[in-house]
């Protein structure tokens, strides 16, 4: 038995803001993926794999009829015969390992399911999102439900506001371009919910506050703007702001050992360096125009390039 594949999520812009209704932008992400699989003679890891399947079933199970209902004997009887998510995709590294296996549990086994096929209205894409909002809580304490969102329809997401959300298009990669989007490895594993809770203690001050409506989440709006726009320049502007914010006000969610190297980019335009997911470790976000110069610069880390301009 092996499921369709559900992809990883990048979400481009809006880490953070989103949660104070920032725009926001997400991409699948298909070098990583996973599926639900069973297997003759299973691994360690698969063994794992089944036994927080059969945790995550037990919980899917107590969530409320008037928001998604399933079939839950064929889930258990799935869940006890060994099923697992089989996924190359890196835990805690704000990729979306948890939303892939949320959407490929959805896709195999809630009724009356919203499916890509559907002209996905905004109504659609709000029910879906509140659907894996509660799934995924399971994992994060707290889930926005975008990043199921995204690996159920792979397809990039806009976020204009908390209830406003829609299926989008960005501009096409330019394959021979110099500039682009990479992932650099922290080599640390971040964990989401004491970066979430930390955020929301720092929400009680009236400075932070502030600055995140007036320059966090200035910046990241504009970002999103101009990367639909393909307006690369002034996308290097805002993201080189947006960098400068992240290093000054968010450094507990940037690893320690990168504190020096996110000032570097700043200072050198070589790159500009942001969070990817709630930080803390896992994926580091990096912006260039110039991806060979960045890779000199960064040549002791592993980059992976997701998009190029």
Known sequence: MKGPLFYSKILLFGEYGIIKDSKGLSIPYSFYNGALKKDENPSEEAIKSNENLKRFAYYIQNIDDAIVRFDNERLHSDVNSGMYFDSSIP?????????????????????????????????KLLKLKT???????FFHGKSSGLDPLNSYLSIPILINSKDNIEATGIPAQQTKGKGGVFLLDSGIIGETAPMVSLFMENMKQEGFRSMLKNQFIKHT?????????????????????????????????IPQQFHELWKKGIETNEYYLKLCGSGGGGYILGFTEDMEKAKQSLSNYKLEVVYNF
Do not use: W
């Not at 703007?225 to 290093?247: E, H, I």
């Open 131 to 137: 659907i894996f909002s509660a799934m995924e809580s």
């Open 221 to 253: 709006d504009a970002c999103v703007d101009d990367f639909l726009r393909g307006d690369v320049k002034s996308l290097f502007r805002n993201t080189k702001q947006l960098s400068k914010v992240v290093l000054n006000h968010f450094k507990p969610m």
């Open 91 to 123: 835990q805690g590294y704000g990729v979306g390992s948890s939303g892939a296996l949320v959407a490929a549990l959805y896709d195999k086994y809630a009724f009356d399911k919203i499916t890509v096929l559907e002209n996905l209205t905004r109504e």
